[in-house]
């Protein structure tokens, strides 16, 4: 059966077999990855995945009692059976009062995110081919020092989204993400680097030109030659927007309903007070038009909307599905995110830093004498304390300028403290995936070397 019969099937069996409510959502993914290392073709994988989630609650003293199922055998009996497990599940687990789909607000209008191209679906495997092979050889092609790589990737993926429930929503959405990344090695005088650089877009023609992935990432490793490592000490830290994002993604974990009510957040207990600097403004827009956090709606039915998390170092508001802002005392913000195996949880959309004034360059040429981050490394971040630590790479700056590259060293502070010592945003605002910030520095931060 279809994907749309499955949901409404598997609705009406967990119903009628004395489910109090429940949604279904029914996922097609079709996947194209691709690598090419030189002209050789080392990978190719095609995939097309079609799920179908079922979450039934069932009422019980003091609550509703809740469990999740899935399938990929979409036949009446594999989804009846898949209801009626269900049905059993929930009544074995334990009531939880919090639990239930949203009390109303769903999704009224579905408008046009540009979430796909309809074109790009006829493009075929050769296309990727092609491209990660351009990748290659531009990178190759810059400088002798490029010897050899990690390979290049390009993909596609198209999803499908079918979600109902039985208070009366449904909706459908398709979406498409592509992608080509490039990675290098460069080596001169004893000393090897790799780095990498890489494109995303909710279309084929908003990708980047692969000979300008190429070029980037073998200029990224070319860089890097003759790294070493500097001597321990306090300094101001310049993140450029690459590493910049891995700052704020660490921040959006931190602002998740389930961290908060859990306690597990260094955030918790604190909307409305000033958490960062007057320079840090955070979005969340989940109807940016072809952004890759978008969507129509969200894991429960509700409208995507934009929520002003941070207003100039303000905590102004949490991310939020139905259950966690019951924890709290407030209302959805629109950002359930689920699987078909899984109940909603809480995800950021289209998360970003709102740019400040000035080029990386003249924050860098400001900062006098300190350090530029240009990679991190591990995964030293406690949300509970905000303690921050992380391996990181990038260019030692000395009267404003670039005087060497610098590896090995780790860079250490508090992320409360952090924010709210940035000096100054950048206006550099580069999408590279659904988390975006512009470049910016800190104050001061301690890095560990010699």
Same mark, same amino acid.
């Given at each position: 059966?279809?994907?749309?019969?499955?949901?409404?099937?598997?609705?009406?069996?967990?119903?009628?077999?004395?489910?109090?409510?429940?949604?279904?959502?029914?996922?097609?993914?079709?996947?194209?990855?691709?690598?090419?290392?030189?002209?050789?073709?080392?990978?190719?994988?095609?995939?097309?995945?079609?799920?179908? !989630?079922?979450?039934?609650?069932?009422?019980?003293?003091?609550?509703?009692? &809740?469990?999740?199922?899935?399938?990929?055998?979409?036949?009446?009996?594999?989804?009846?059976?898949?209801?009626?497990?269900?049905?059993?599940?929930?009544?074995?687990?334990?009531?939880?009062?919090?639990?239930?789909?949203?009390?109303?607000?769903?999704?009224?209008?579905?408008?046009?995110?540009?979430?796909? =191209?309809?074109?790009?679906?006829?493009?075929?495997?050769?296309?990727? =081919?092609?491209?990660?092979?351009?990748?290659?050889?531009?990178?190759?092609?810059?400088?002798?020092?490029?010897?050899?790589?990690?390979?290049?990737?390009?993909?596609?993926?198209?999803?499908?989204?079918?979600?109902?429930?039985?208070?009366?929503?449904?909706?459908?959405?398709?979406?498409?993400?592509?992608?080509?990344?490039?990675?290098?090695?460069?080596?001169?005088?004893?000393?090897?680097?790799?780095?990498?650089?890489?494109?995303?877009?909710?279309?084929?023609?908003?990708?980047?030109?692969?000979?300008?992935?190429?070029? &980037?990432?073998?200029?990224?490793?070319?860089?890097?030659?003759?790294?070493?490592?500097?001597?321990?000490?306090?300094?101001?830290?310049?993140?450029?927007?690459?590493?910049?994002?891995?700052?704020?993604?660490? =921040?959006?974990?931190?602002?998740?309903?389930?961290?908060?009510?859990?306690?597990?957040?260094?955030?918790?207990?604190?909307? !409305?007070?000033?958490?960062?600097?007057?320079?840090?403004?955070?979005?969340?827009?989940?109807?940016?038009?072809?952004?890759?956090?978008?969507?129509?709606?969200?894991?429960?039915? &509700?409208?995507?909307?934009?929520?002003?998390?941070?207003?100039?170092?303000?905590?102004?508001?949490?991310?939020?599905?139905?259950?966690?802002?019951?924890?709290?005392?407030?209302?959805?913000?629109?950002?359930?995110?689920?699987?078909?195996?899984?109940?909603?949880?809480?995800?950021?959309?289209?998360? #970003?830093?709102?740019? !400040?004034?000035?080029?990386?360059?003249?924050?860098?040429?400001?900062?006098?004498?300190?350090?530029?981050?240009?990679?991190?490394?591990?995964?030293?971040?406690?949300?509970?304390?905000?303690?921050?630590?992380?391996?990181?790479?990038?260019?030692?700056?000395?009267?404003?300028?670039?005087?060497?590259?610098?590896?090995?060293?780790?860079?250490?502070?508090?992320?409360?403290?952090?924010?709210?010592?940035?000096?100054?945003?950048?206006?550099?605002?580069? #999408?590279?995936?659904?988390?975006?910030?512009?470049?910016?520095?800190?104050?001061?931060?301690?890095?560990?070397?010699?």
């Amino acid at each position: 059966m279809s994907e749309e019969q499955a949901v409404e099937r598997a609705l009406a069996r967990a119903t009628g077999g004395g489910a109090h409510s429940a949604d279904a959502v029914a996922i097609v993914a079709e996947a194209t990855e691709v690598r090419v290392r030189g002209e050789e073709i080392e990978h190719v994988k095609q995939s097309r995945e079609r799920t179908l !989630g079922l979450r039934v609650l069932v009422g019980g003293k003091g609550g509703l009692g &809740q469990a999740i199922t899935s399938t990929s055998d979409l036949s009446d009996e594999a989804v009846d059976r898949m209801a009626s497990e269900a049905v059993a599940l929930a009544r074995a687990t334990a009531p939880d009062p919090d639990a239930g789909l949203p009390e109303g607000g769903f999704a009224e209008d579905l408008p046009d995110l540009e979430l796909v =191209v309809a074109e790009d679906r006829r493009a075929g495997l050769d296309r990727h =081919v092609e491209a990660a092979r351009r990748a290659e050889r531009a990178a190759r092609a810059l400088d002798p020092r490029i010897v050899n790589s990690e390979g290049s990737d390009a993909g596609s993926q198209f999803r499908a989204v079918h979600y109902a429930n039985s208070a009366g929503f449904e909706g459908r959405y398709e979406s498409a993400s592509h992608s080509l990344a490039c990675s290098p090695i460069a080596s001169a005088e004893g000393s090897m680097q790799t780095d990498f650089w890489y494109s995303v877009s909710r279309s084929l023609a908003g990708l980047d030109e692969p000979e300008a992935v190429g070029r &980037q990432a073998a200029e990224r490793a070319l860089r890097q030659l003759g790294a070493r490592r500097i001597a321990t000490g306090e300094f101001p830290v310049v993140f450029d927007g690459p590493t910049a994002r891995s700052l704020l993604a660490s =921040v959006a974990g931190c602002l998740s309903g389930y961290a908060i009510y859990r306690k597990s957040s260094f955030l918790a207990g604190e909307l !409305g007070e000033r958490i960062a600097s007057d320079r840090v403004t955070v979005i969340d827009d989940g109807r940016r038009p072809a952004g890759l956090g978008s969507r129509p709606f969200d894991g429960e039915g &509700q409208p995507t909307r934009r929520t002003t998390v941070i207003e100039a170092g303000v905590l102004g508001s949490y991310l939020l599905d139905s259950y966690s802002g019951r924890k709290l005392g407030l209302g959805s913000t629109g950002n359930a995110s689920r699987s078909a195996g899984s109940a909603p949880g809480v995800g950021a959309t289209n998360l #970003w830093m709102e740019p !400040g004034q000035g080029s990386l360059d003249e924050l860098v040429a400001d900062m006098g004498k300190g350090l530029l981050v240009t990679g991190m490394f591990g995964h030293g971040f406690n949300p509970v304390t905000g303690d921050f630590s992380r391996g990181a790479k990038g260019f030692w700056i000395e009267g404003g300028e670039r005087c060497f590259p610098v590896e090995e060293i780790t860079i250490a502070g508090n992320l409360r403290t952090m924010l709210s010592d940035v000096d100054a945003v950048g206006e550099e605002l580069l #999408w590279l995936g659904s988390v975006a910030a512009p470049p910016l520095r800190v104050a001061r931060m301690t890095v560990a070397g010699e």
